[in-house]
């Protein structure tokens, strides 16, 4: 969420109007985040202000987009605490703002939980699999662009910036995670539309409470239990080790299967879809890091985070047995 695209109060202020939303009254650029410019909007109409987020998609095309906005939209509609799309007279939730792809969303209230216990990892673990099945009818159909087939095509791209014990790593890691997905068990995993992003600052809670998720434009059609394997390896572990903390892991779980019970399938490759969230993150934020795009407040992520996420997952391997009572 670096501000990549300047916008000026006036682009803003034509955006609210073709939107029936009122009068721009702030207009203020978000530091955190890598990937689309965004800014918090304040606007007033006859019934007060109200707060949206104002999204320039740098890297999504135009016929990408839908994919995503639609899903939010969806999900909103089916009671998931999500952004809503606003939708101009003609119903398009697809905008243009400085010749770029945009959105604008509603937004949510409360604030991040970057200390996270393990009753916010049960809210989380418990929405997130209620997100699963609300979107099982989603009609729309886009792969995760950040799953295996761009592991594939960057790891090359970034192994001459790290050392020799770390190519040998990713390398392995990498061919390991072809040889699951070309599993029988791979294949029986349950699918549908997956965040793939869900770490603690897409989250918000109120007074304790989830309020919301936010930020669905790494999402795609992939396996669930990939999606909520990229949350344990966020809201489960250790931030300064990578440990894995079962106390959290255990809530979160078991929070997540008392909506929907995992499979067969997903128990038995639960330590290794560990362990493809922290490649998948691992190379992104390598990538990111060694091949930066210049925008004003870009602070990208330090990638050797997911390093360590992967070699303890690699180390200590965690099965369902071990987080489902």
């Given at each position: 969420?670096?501000?990549f ?7 803003a ?6 939107l029936n939303l009122g009068?721009l009254?702030?207009l203020?650029g978000?530091q955190?985040?890598?990937?689309n ?5 304040t606007?007033e109409?006859?019934?007060?202000q109200?707060e ?7 890297r ?7 994919f ?6 969806h ?12 939708a101009d007279r003609s119903g ?5 703002v ?12 409360g ?6 216990g ?5 809210q989380?673990?418990?929405m ?6 609300a979107?099982?009818?989603y ?16 790891v090359?791209?970034?192994?001459p ?27 029986a995993?349950p ?6 992003d869900l770490f ?19 999402a795609?059609?992939d ?12 809201w489960?572990?250790d ?16 929070a997540?299967?008392?909506v ?11 330590p290794?879809?560990?362990?493809a969230?922290?490649?998948?993150f ?11 795009r ?6 990208p992520?330090d990638p ?19 987080v489902?009572?």
């Amino acid at each position: 969420m670096a501000v990549f695209t300047e916008v000026s109060e006036d682009e803003a202020r034509a955006l609210l109007r073709a939107l029936n939303l009122g009068e721009l009254r702030t207009l203020r650029g978000i530091q955190s985040g890598i990937e689309n410019t965004n800014y918090f909007v304040t606007a007033e109409d006859m019934f007060g202000q109200r707060e949206y987020v104002l999204t320039l998609f740098e890297r999504l095309t135009f016929e990408q987009l839908p994919f995503y906005l639609h899903l939010m939209k969806h999900l909103a509609q089916h009671g998931i605490p999500v952004p809503d799309p606003a939708a101009d007279r003609s119903g398009d939730i697809l905008h243009t703002v400085c010749g770029k792809p945009a959105a604008l969303v509603n937004k949510l209230e409360g604030q991040h939980e970057l200390a996270p216990g393990p009753d916010h990892c049960a809210q989380v673990g418990a929405m997130l699999a209620r997100m699963h099945l609300a979107g099982r009818d989603y009609q729309r159909r886009q792969p995760n662009l950040r799953g295996l087939a761009w592991w594939n095509e960057t790891v090359p791209v970034v192994l001459p910036f790290v050392s020799p014990e770390q190519a040998m790593l990713l390398r392995g890691e990498l061919a390991y995670q072809n040889h699951v997905a070309a599993s029988a068990a791979y294949a029986a995993l349950p699918r549908g539309p997956v965040h793939a992003d869900l770490f603690r600052d897409n989250v918000m809670f109120e007074q304790g409470r989830l309020s919301g998720f936010f930020d669905f434009y790494f999402a795609g059609v992939d396996s669930w239990l990939f999606d909520l394997a990229v949350c344990l390896n966020d809201w489960a572990i250790d931030l300064a080790t990578g440990a894995h903390d079962a106390p959290r892991a255990r809530a979160f779980v078991e929070a997540y299967a008392a909506v929907r019970p995992l499979t067969p399938a997903e128990r038995q490759l639960l330590p290794a879809m560990l362990r493809a969230g922290a490649l998948r993150f691992w190379i992104s934020r390598l990538w990111d890091f060694h091949l930066p795009r210049e925008a004003s407040l870009l602070k990208p992520h330090d990638p050797s985070h997911f390093e360590r996420v992967l070699r303890e997952r690699v180390r200590r391997p965690v099965n369902a047995a071990a987080v489902l009572a």
